[in-house]
């Protein structure tokens, strides 16, 4: 089995990092500048998620992969194929903290068919398409890394009780009423995440909460960074009401996929799962 393997320093953080590894827009907005093709049905790729790259190798000859994504977290990410010109193929990028910004190293490991034929493919084709795509995407990682550094920041809230975490259905937008999220909103100049989060939380459930550790990665949404905090209720806390929302519900691990998430939050459904199942 062939592999490829390739790193790439990255001038941000790794949790955004990783948000951007999830980001299929980024991706199909990348890879169109070198003739490729990137698609998915969702924004922020998820656990179980598909994706299609069409890369083109030659003018007139395109290879065609399907991936299914198996793990995103912090430390990167794993797909596998499940549709294309290849046998087998599997791409796992590992991201590690250095000088600041992070290390990414992809690991890319594929079965071509065709016997020798196929041989003589992976080294006129297809590693070098491989080569190609890894390439684009780290120059388009160093340019948007930078924007969103300096960008808005939304906190959400993971608020934990009792193996159960707080759930909200919106009531606005239109285009978003009747969707479920995690409670939060927009960090204001001047204001600490943390002070963001309890202030949000007083605002649209009229209680106190504690925030506590990060959730997942950063997640890239239109004009702004998304950023989960697992909380707890403070001590002496009201109990949470809907002052801003249609309803809120207390959720257990076997609920969570059943709603219909904002797409943001559907992103972390996984990560949700595995809190409550370690609580």
């Not at 995103?72 to 596998?80: Q, Y």
């Amino acid at each position: 089995m062939p592999v490829l393997r390739s790193t790439t320093f990255v001038d941000a953080p790794r949790r955004l990092v990783a948000g951007m590894l999830r980001d299929s827009e980024a991706a199909r907005e990348a890879l169109a500048r070198a003739g490729h093709d990137f698609s998915s049905s969702v924004r922020l790729l998820a656990p179980g998620d598909e994706a299609v790259l069409v890369g083109r190798v030659l003018p007139g000859v395109r290879l065609s992969f399907r991936t299914r994504i198996l793990r995103v977290s912090p430390d990167g990410m794993t797909s596998v194929l499940v549709g294309g010109l290849a046998r087998a193929l599997t791409h796992t990028t590992t991201l590690t903290d250095e000088g600041g910004g992070t290390r990414l190293t992809d690991e890319i490991g594929w079965t071509s068919p065709f016997g020798l034929l196929g041989r003589l493919s992976d080294v006129v084709l297809v590693r070098r398409l491989i080569r190609h795509i890894l390439d684009v995407r780290a120059v388009a990682f160093t340019q948007r890394a930078a924007a969103l550094a300096d960008g808005s920041v939304v906190v959400a809230t993971a608020l934990v009780r009792d193996d159960r975490v707080l759930a909200a259905r919106r009531s606005y937008p239109p285009e978003l009423a009747g969707r479920w999220e995690l409670p939060g909103g927009r960090v204001e100049p001047g204001e600490s995440e943390a002070d963001a989060l309890a202030r949000e939380c007083r605002e649209e459930l009229g209680t106190d909460v504690v925030a506590r550790e990060r959730l997942g990665t950063d997640l890239p949404v239109p004009g702004a960074l998304v950023r989960v905090y697992v909380a707890d209720p403070a001590p002496g806390s009201a109990e949470p009401r809907a002052l801003e929302h249609l309803e809120i519900r207390w959720v257990g691990a076997g609920e969570l996929a059943m709603l219909g998430w904002v797409e943001a939050d559907r992103a972390v459904v996984a990560d949700l799962q595995g809190l409550l199942a370690d609580r």
